[in-house]
């Protein structure tokens, strides 16, 4: 049973990877507890006018944790966390993580329909939140979750909690003995950007985490002295681990959070702490690009800009060491596991031109055509990967497992990549039918799923269409049964399904009927064709 829901790696495989000393025991709890000793009085993280030294993070997690047992979670119970860039979001994930208990990851986009579904699919205990986030009020989704998911058991709010329970009010003084943590165990569940329905989980281990911070540390040369600015949502796998807040504190350097990644937010906050590494997605690279001229701060601290999450044009890359004095790091990666990175020593031309390479020796990687078959090198071809950090299965997903690894444990990242003659990877696309929207990932099944629920709607198919400052945005073809509805209805009746904002089409067209292939499938090709020379000829005649 427990081999269903956490799919876990071929014992010949663990033990080599811990007779390779890949793997070496650590917890996340022991790995505080030790930072704690060493590190003391040190800031490990700071919001706004707040900041959490490592002895008190570490006292803050024991109290934490106590309080929650108290309260009934156990190990293995599932809590899904939904905190923005709060200090109490790293206080509640060493909480449960020595506890035993899985937080999963949800992010502050996200709003009814992913949470019931992590609520349910889960069978969560509990369901942690803030008061307010963004014009948000984040207690009355947890009113329709609680009511529709009969394991959840307790909502916990940072703030004002009205009806349900302080976050606040659970730290407990009192000495309450908690139960072994394995480093083989389970650590929490993240969010894949998957291509068909809601998300798939991903469970992550103590072992498989805990190696690939210490594996991007080294790559970008984290210390003590390095200070990390989180603008990007922590709970997303890049900002936090690669090297992100946990590769952060794991070096036993300082975690920065900021509120928003706007220059007039980020700019302010490198200049005052004396940040030495941030991580961006591509849109917002280039607004920080657009902005850096006209703004006058001191970014002599800054060492590396990590750009990451979705391709980053080449053109762009060239103007960041100018721009910013600092060394561009491509980072390309999977909440699955492999990571890619540039080394702060490479060419300039490998840093622009390439999305790097894997991070340890122990990735395998393999370049294949739609048969499995290995490409020729320096072919395009479907990337396929395994090794230490990088999943066997997803959660309670056997089905689904089947197709998205080979039967030798290979996982099927759906990316188009090439691999140039020195192992750097340059991505040339997704083969998944998915949208990146820049570093946002949209599943568009799941998106075409709601509009069907529409009573106007007959069918409907969810394309990429090229963005200039996105990379991609989605465009929605929808035929409608008799009366068609307006644009701006039918974005409505979406945000009342209550998805992401994200999710919601960038562009909706109406259409008489889909192209199709020989075989009576919808040709999302000639979708993305025709909306790619619709955007042409609009661009032409302005």
């Known amino acids: 049973m427990m081999r269903t829901k956490y799919p876990s790696w071929p014992k010949e495989f663990a033990d080599f990877y811990r007779k390779e000393n890949c793997w070496r025991g650590e917890t996340f709890g022991t790995m505080l507890r030790e930072r704690a000793k060493r590190q003391g009085e040190r800031i490990a993280v700071t919001s706004g006018e707040l900041s959490l030294s490592y002895a008190a993070l570490d006292n803050e997690a024991d109290r934490l944790a106590a309080g929650f047992h108290v309260l009934g979670i156990k190990k293995g119970d599932r809590v899904v966390l939904h905190l923005p860039n709060v200090i109490e979001f790293f206080t509640v994930i060493f909480a449960l993580f020595r506890l035993g208990a899985l937080p999963v990851f949800a992010l502050p986009s996200h709003r009814s329909s ?63 003995e908690l139960p072994e943590v394995s480093s083989e165990d389970v650590a929490f569940l993240q969010l894949s950007g998957g291509s068909t329905g809601l998300s798939k989980l991903i469970p992550r281990t103590h072992d498989d985490y ?77 607004v920080w690009l657009e902005a850096v001229s006209s703004r006058h701060y001191d970014f002599s601290s800054l060492k590396v800009l990590q750009v990451g999450g979705a391709k980053f044009s080449e053109e762009a890359a060239r103007r960041v060491k100018p721009a910013f004095g600092c060394i561009l790091q491509q980072v390309f990666g999977m909440a699955e596991g492999l990571v890619n990175y540039t080394r702060l020593d490479d060419s300039e031309e490998t840093i622009v031109s390439t999305q790097g390479r894997p991070m340890s020796k122990y990735d395998e990687i393999r370049v294949v055509d739609e048969d499995d078959v290995d490409v020729e090198p320096g072919s395009v071809g479907l990337l396929l990967t395994r090794g230490p950090y990088t999943i066997r299965g997803y959660y309670k997903a056997e089905e689904h497992n089947t197709k998205a690894f080979t039967a030798d444990g290979f996982y099927r990242t759906g990316d188009l990549v090439k691999v140039d003659e020195s192992g750097n990877i340059v991505v040339e696309g997704r083969d998944k039918d998915q949208i990146n929207r820049g570093g946002e990932k949209v599943a568009a099944e799941e998106v075409e799923n709601h509009l069907l629920a529409h009573e106007a709607v007959l069918d409907a198919a969810i394309v990429s269409m090229p963005d200039e400052f996105l990379g991609e945005r989605s465009c929605a073809f929808v035929i409608t049964r008799h009366q068609t509805p307006t644009v701006s209805e039918l974005k409505r009746f979406l945000k009342e399904r209550g998805i992401a904002a994200f999710k919601i089409p960038d562009r909706i067209e109406f259409i008489h009927s889909f192209p199709y292939t020989p075989l009576g499938k919808v040709s999302k090709k000639k979708l993305r064709q025709m909306i790619a020379e619709k955007l042409i000829v609009r661009a032409a005649a302005n």
């Open 114 to 176: 992913e949470i019931n579904y992590f609520c349910e699919f889960t069978e969560a205990v509990a369901y942690i939140i803030p008061d307010t986030y963004a014009d948000f009020d984040y207690r009355t989704l947890a009113r329709e979750v609680k009511n529709r998911v009969s394991t959840l058991q307790r909502v916990i709010v940072t703030g004002d909690s009205e009806e349900f329970i302080s976050l606040a009010d659970l730290c407990a003084d009192t000495f309450v």
């Open 210 to 286: 805990i190696y690939s911070l210490r594996v991007s540390d080294e790559i970008c040369q984290m210390d003590q002295n390095s200070v990390y600015l989180a603008v990007l949502p922590v709970a997303h796998n890049y900002p936090l681990s690669s090297p992100g807040a946990l590769g952060t504190l794991y070096a036993g350097g300082r975690v920065v959070l900021a509120a928003g990644a706007s220059p007039d937010e980020a700019f302010p906050l490198i200049e005052r702490e004396r940040i030495t590494i941030t991580a961006l997605v591509p849109p917002l690279a280039l």
